[in-house]
């Protein structure tokens, strides 16, 4: 069936560092892959998505990049700041038109 | 985002009873789904709707009912027969094209009295 498996669970880094999240997914129609981010009791909130037709997106300290071959795709954050603690949840879109999330990542940003 | 309204914030249930939960979008988005989040896991699909008067079951749907007579609103009942209603509950809207993004409320926490 489909799946979206995320890894790490919970990741825990030094403020400046970098934090990088991975997921894989099952079905190879799936086109879309957005990344949420979730604050305690708060909605997800979309932080950046990837269409299949590239392999790398990025958006200031946020980068994303896709391997369709292998159906694994990843969150890159760089110089990471305490406000960055919070869960991330990948994502996938197999037909017909609904997400598939994976387990989410729990980030912890140390100052 | 502010085009997605969930109402009430806090809902509390006693045994035997339905609870029904509110979702209203004014994006004119076609498509809405409603998502179950219990502690320390990921969003669990329960039902979604493309079109008006049209629904289909998610991963999760037993002991919930829901139904979309209009485009803006997308009502989730939680019925006597879910016996552990307890969780974090999320509705979400998109644009019913592939390759869009769906928009959350703010959800709606669930507890049993």
């Keep these: 069936g489909e799946n979206v498996e995320q890894h790490p669970s919970t990741l825990s880094v030094q403020e400046g ?4 999240i991975k997921c894989t997914y099952s079905d190879s129609a799936s086109n879309y892959f957005p990344w949420y981010k979730q604050e305690l009791g708060k909605r997800p909130q979309l932080i950046i998505d990837i269409r299949s037709n590239v392999g790398e997106k990025k958006d200031q300290r946020i980068a994303v990049t896709l391997n369709k071959t292998a159906k694994h795709f990843s969150l890159h954050i760089t110089e990471t700041q305490p406000e960055d603690s919070a869960v991330y949840f990948c994502a996938a879109d197999p037909p017909p038109g609904k997400l598939i999330f994976g387990q989410g990542t729990t980030l912890q940003v140390k100052p | 985002d502010g085009g997605i309204t969930q109402s009430p914030k806090y809902l509390f249930r006693k045994e035997g009873q339905n609870v029904t939960l509110s979702c209203e979008q004014n994006l004119n988005h076609d498509a809405m789904y409603w998502y179950r989040q219990d502690p320390g896991q990921g969003l669990r699909l329960i039902y979604y709707s493309q079109i008006v008067n049209d629904f289909q079951k998610g991963d ?12 803006e609103s997308f009502p989730l009942t939680v019925t006597s027969a879910q016996k552990n209603p307890t969780a974090f509950y999320l509705c979400a809207s998109s644009i019913l094209t592939e390759d869009q993004p769906q928009h959350f409320g703010d959800g709606t926490r669930l507890s049993i009295l």
Excluded at chain 2, 60 to 70: F, L, N, P, T, W
């Design chain 2, 60 to 71: 999760i749907a037993e002991g919930y009912s829901v139904s979309r007579e209009k485009k």
């Design chain 1, 17 to 20: 560092d970098s934090a990088v």
